[in-house]
């Protein structure tokens, strides 16, 4: 993990000695070479591009070779060459795109300079024939015509190989999960540190384009396996335009809630759909944005504000129906947002902040009953959630200079900083006790008010976070060079660095206890075991402290090199230094450190003009993509998280008392030691793999585009994805503890794995995850009145590995719990993005129960077809209809069977329940605008998501035996004596279990998680 030839020192020398370098996109590109009809170059040329919307103007000059280059900011404009004694040549609507660069070849006709030559379709090209990056870009002009959520990460599903759910934790990009890819607002990363999941809302009225980034990516991107998901934001011009809006949603507009799958708590064993009532939501969103001149030409201000206010009171039915009562609660969140620019013909300066606070107050716990808005527990013990809420502050700023030093060469220094801070407020200082099963509800030993159905409790488990903050700064800068030698080169280099930190303070007030009435703690080979009068409990001291920060240098050099008139080259190499710190620097400051040698990252791609018109594109490209390892693996295995869990005998009534400082009984855990407990993060600082490499994957793509016409062009595209390495927890059960060395999974210390039965030491399995797509599109810009985007993507995701996010563990609501995430109150579906999932945790999690070791297959967000289709249509009275329909093929579902160590194994494989139903839903848009005097508007906008009401099936309860969600140790089998390799009975080892028969979970096989019905939302804007 350190410089290994000095080759690569010499390659930071060079870089370094040139200029820091950026890595977020910002800008599209205007190139070209002015000539004279005989194409000789001309020198001297005035170009002048004027934003159509803004009204701002700059200027540049063609150099001796005639040639010229302007990065603008995306939208539309008009373009003008002219020189001395040559004819004017003047384009009035050239578009462009973020992080495409047009191609402009203006040629001159000897005349006056009063004569101008308009050039029109000739001059529209939607082929960027330099770039080998996929990219989909949707403008502003078409997102404001499209049906949409509020935020813009949305947009980021019109892209092909793109999926989002709540299996595929966020946004999955050509097969990688979730937490795996790169958001940015003005060229701020707003990723979590924690986890990698997008943090910040961005409403639209403030945005001027958003870009996705799905293959092919350049060496200046770095962090990212997935996708590059860029917005960014509108700026004033020399004309003042603005906005004031109002938007409404809620219950009034919306459809009920999706039924629920329930196991009624009282029994456990009865399986039913239960389908709850509407409740009150009221969602109203006020504000506007404004832009214009503070010094015309040359400095320009816009401004954005948008608070939205949410009103929402559940009606509960506590007891199970016995008790009528409601909780209210109320959320306020903010949108402010401000920009500066300053432009001049070589200058262009650009300050912005995002403010979005959140406040709430008032929590509203989901319905767990066996009928409409039940919940199993008494109405006193919801008290504590009356006023208790939260608190999140985000705030990112952003500032750059770019400088265009002559026609051919510019520089760019950017700074910015990205602020995250969650807390909880009003959390109840008494102790949570849970009923973990329904085995008091019948027990007349017990008085009544202790005879409760299972997953009821005296007060609610919360999670206090004082405080969870993570702090992202950069310095980045690069420098670009166009020259010709042996064809036309376009060179960037540079470098850059980002400083973040994570303090935080999280814990539950006295511990969380989980009563297992009647039941026994099953021993094992190093677990005494045993039970007490009336079952036996256990109670969990969990949370996260300190302080941990590190950071990354990143270095890059690539050049975009057009040989000859048609085919063009990129090449690059990408060059990180990361280290991942510890949050016990007593110990060790750094746990992990990446050189620079570590993480080389060549990008090598090619583009050729078919015909030489510019109408057809070949194009392909190879690279290599490295992650940035998330704050998660530092907070779980380098000190930062602790979970002790102590067994006790329950051989008490007075059960609401038991918590950290209370806990009577015998211990079950290992009696000979003294307050002996179960501990679930045991520090792996000292066991780090020194050999071991960081988390990267391969990409190779290949396609041709053709432009049908000056706005449509067609695409073929095929891309591979292979995952070539992780970094993951591998475990052992040491004396009835799990502890892990940190490394890659197949290689180093992690080659062979450790076994905890019977099973003799076996090579361990490499992480796999390949991903192949063949996609077909047809796009087509916004023009005549109407625009429209068409795509089909065929797919196969294969492996054993889902990725930092992982789709292997899911907890549905049915089980009343969720997979805990950082920096937020309520839980995921999905486990949150980190390098310390369950994948590699066990011996028993690698083998099927027929003794196949590496349980491979498609993986559970694999969607093999996937259609898209989505446009707009303005018809000349002022209405406009926009719609989006997605379309795809259902999810393999695959068995889990629990076992002791709380581990779900993939007991038959992978996919053998089949698949979840086919997905589609359909959203729309309809708008209507009137308008007004001097160029004032007012719209009416009607937007309708899933318009049909399709509620369709996206998991299915996979469960064989119980232990989804809180930990059944009662029901789960014991694999300590079992010899993997030979495989095993797993329904004999069901029945063997102290539950026995009702050790089956009933539920297995039934729908448990659905899409969200129609969501409407009505607003009115009035635009000047």
Known sequence: MRLRNIGVVLLALVLGSILPAGAQERFGGL????????????????????????????????GGDGSFRMDLEPGRYSVSVELQGFQKVQVDDMLILLGRTVDFPARLTVGALSETVNVTAEAEKQIDLRSTAVAHNVTSEEFDRMPKARSFQGIALTAPSVNQGQLEGGFQVNGASGAE???????????SLVNGKSRQETVFEYLQEVQVKTAGIEAEYGGALGGVISAVTKSGGNQFRGEAHYF????????????????????????????????????????????????????????????????????????????????????????????????????????????????????????????????????????????????????????????????????????????????????????????????????????????????????????NTVFDKTKRGFMNADYNQSFNR???????????????????????????????WNATFPATATV??????????????????????????????????????????????????????????????NAIEFGFADKIAPRLGATYDLRGDGRVKLYGSWGRYYDWTKYELARGSFGGDFWDVYYRSLDTLDVTSLNLSNMPGRDLWRPAEPNSRRDRRAPSINNVDPDIEPMYQDSVNAGVEYQLNPTSVLGVHYIHNDLKQTIEDLGAIVNGNEEYVIGNPGSGLG?????????????????????????????RRFSNSWFGSASYTYSRLYG??????????????????????????????????????????????????????????????????????????????????????????????????????????????????????????????????????????????????????????????????????????????????TNLMAGYDYNALILASPSGARAYDNRYGEPDLFQTGTQGQLSVKFLF
């Open 751 to 779: 080659a062979i794995t450790p076994v905890s039965g019977r099973t003799l030491p076996f090579a361990t399995p490499k992480p796999k995850r390949t991903y192949d797509a063949l996609e077909l599109t047809f796009s």
């Open 486 to 516: 042996g064809g036309e080169h376009l060179l960037k280099a540079g470098l850059g660095f980002q400083k973040v930190s994570n303090p935080v303070e999280t814990g539950y007030p006295g511990g969380y206890v989980l009563l297992n």
């Open 800 to 977: 054993n590995y889902a990725g930092l996010a992982s789709s292997d563990e899911i907890v549905t609501p049915t089980t009343g719990t969720s997979s805990a995430q950082a920096q937020q109150q309520t839980g995921n579906v999905a486990r949150q993005g980190g390098n310390a999932n369950r994948a590699w945790d066990l011996d028993e999690l690698l083998f099927d129960s027929r003794g196949n070791l590496d349980v491979l297959g498609r993986l559970a967000t694999d969607r093999p077809h996937v259609v898209k289709l989505y446009g707009s249509y303005q018809f000349p009275f002022g209405t406009q209809v926009g719609g989006f329909f997605y379309g795809g093929t259902g999810t393999p579902i695959s068995t889990y069977v629990v076992t002791t160590n709380q581990i779900p194994v993939f007991a038959n494989g992978r996919g053998d329940m089949g698949r979840t139903p086919f997905l589609n839903k359909t959203d729309l848009l309809v708008s209507h605008e009137l308008n007004l005097m001097q160029n004032k508007r007012i719209r009416f906008e009607l937007n309708i998501l899933n318009v049909f009401n399709q509620k369709t099936a996206t998991h299915i309860f996979n469960y064989l035996n119980r232990g989804a969600g809180l930990a059944r140790g009662d029901s789960a089998i014991d694999l300590s004596r």
């Open 248 to 463: 409404y949603d809620g219950n009034g507009l919306s459809a009920t809630p999706v039924k629920r799958l329930v196991l009624d708590p009282s029994n456990e064993t009865t399986v039913s759909f239960v389908q709850d009532d509407k409740q009150v939501d009221n969602r109203n969103e006020f504000g506007g944005s404004i832009g214009g001149p503070i010094v015309r030409d040359r400095l320009f201000f816009f401004g954005s504000y948008s608070p939205r206010v949410v009103r929402r009171t559940n009606d509960y039915a506590f007891s199970s129906g016995a008790e009528r009562g409601s909780v209210d609660q109320e959320r306020t969140d903010q949108q402010a947002f401000g920009k500066l620019t300053y432009s001049t013909g070589r200058l262009q300066a650009n300050a912005s902040v995002l403010f979005t606070p959140t406040r709430v107050k008032g929590t509203l716990l989901d319905f767990d009953g066996a009928g409409p808005q039940f919940y199993s527990s008494p109405m006193a013990s919801y008290a504590a959630n009356i006023d208790r809420g939260w608190e999140q502050d985000q705030t990112s700023t952003s500032g750059s200079v770019d400088y265009f030093l002559t026609s051919s060469s510019s520089v760019s220094v950017r700074g910015g900083y990205f602020y995250d801070n969650y807390a909880d407020t009003d959390i109840p200082s008494t102790g949570s006790v849970t009923w973990n099963n329904s085995n008091a509800v019948n027990d007349t030993r017990l008085p009544a008010s202790l005879r409760l159905p299972v997953n009821a409790f005296n007060t609610p488990r919360a999670l």
């Open 528 to 589: 005494a075991g045993g039970t007490g009068t009336y079952g036996y409990y256990e109670v969990n001291d969990r949370g996260t402290t300190g302080t941990a920060g590190s950071t990354i240098y990143s270095l890059y050099i690539q050049d975009q090199w057009t040989v000859g008139s048609r085919l063009t080259l990129n090449l690059g190499v990408r060059t990180e230094n990361e280290t991942i710190p510890t949050f016990r620097p007593e110990i060790k400051k």
């Open 181 to 191: 890819n790169s958001f940015t607002v003005d060229g701020v990363t707003t990723n």
């Open 31 to 62: 190139a070209g070479v002015v000539t004279d009809t005989s194409m000789a170059p001309v020198p001297g040329a005035t170009i002048t591009v004027t934003n159509k919307q803004s009204g701002a103007s700059r200027t540049i000059v063609s």
